[in-house]
């Protein structure tokens, strides 16, 4: 099967720190993978509108009975649900906000956690997950702070496991997280950290 690679980043800004490490471990990765299809996706910039009302209203309608609005209301949700149905390697770049996730992922996370599409429920059984669970998926994020583990500030870290227990219930248990954390703690530290997330990343990026 051809391999497919979602490279989705959630920073606002144009000079961002995780995008920057996400797009060098893509290269390396598109090096050892040259046949592999490659879809990108800014949504920190080009940000998708998160669920209202209307929106609402039209997913909880049978997809047979929605009206051409209710269809079009759904179409950004469906085609970010395809590009993880199509995709093979998932990347995540994003930063930290407030010791979690930038609202532009949340709102990218409350299109795509829908029933019938990536997850399933039934009354008798409860949830399953709807994602194959040969694909994998990276987080490269960056923070303020230092977040790693074994650092007294490790449990301020919110972002990885809200995103690996998301992708685990819909069915992506593979995953690893890549962070350059310290950006405020001074030049050397900074330089330092993103030294680590860059050698870190050369190292997963040939057998990932």
């Given at each position: 099967m051809k391999k497919t690679l979602l490279s989705l980043s959630f920073s606002p800004r144009v000079d961002s720190t995780s995008a920057a490490l996400a797009d060098g471990?893509?290269?390396d990765w598109h090096k050892a993978?040259?046949?592999a299809d490659l879809r990108q996706r800014a949504l920190g910039r080009d940000v998708i509108a998160g669920p209202d009302e209307a929106w609402i209203a039209a997913n909880m309608t049978p997809e047979t009975n929605r009206t051409p609005?209710?269809?079009?209301?759904?179409?950004a949700?469906?085609?970010a649900i395809a590009d993880l149905h199509a995709a093979s390697h998932i990347v995540i770049a994003t930063p930290m906000f407030n010791f979690g996730?930038?609202?532009?992922l949340k709102s990218y996370v409350d299109l795509i956690i829908r029933?019938?599409?990536t997850f399933s429920f039934d009354p008798a059984t409860g949830f399953g997950p709807l994602l194959s669970a040969d694909k994998k998926l990276m987080i490269v994020w960056s923070s303020a702070g230092e977040y790693q583990p074994g650092t007294p500030t490790e449990p301020f870290d919110h972002l990885t496991p809200y995103l690996r227990q998301i992708f685990g219930f819909m069915g992506v248990t593979q995953s690893e997280?890549?962070?350059?954390g310290n950006m405020?703690?001074?030049?050397e530290a900074a330089a330092a950290s993103l030294a680590s997330a860059r050698a870190r990343l050369a190292a997963l990026s040939p057998s990932w």
């Open positions: 471990f893509i290269a993978n040259p046949d609005d209710q269809v079009q209301r759904l179409a949700s469906d085609q996730l930038p609202w532009t029933v019938g599409k997280a890549v962070s350059a405020w703690g001074g030049p």
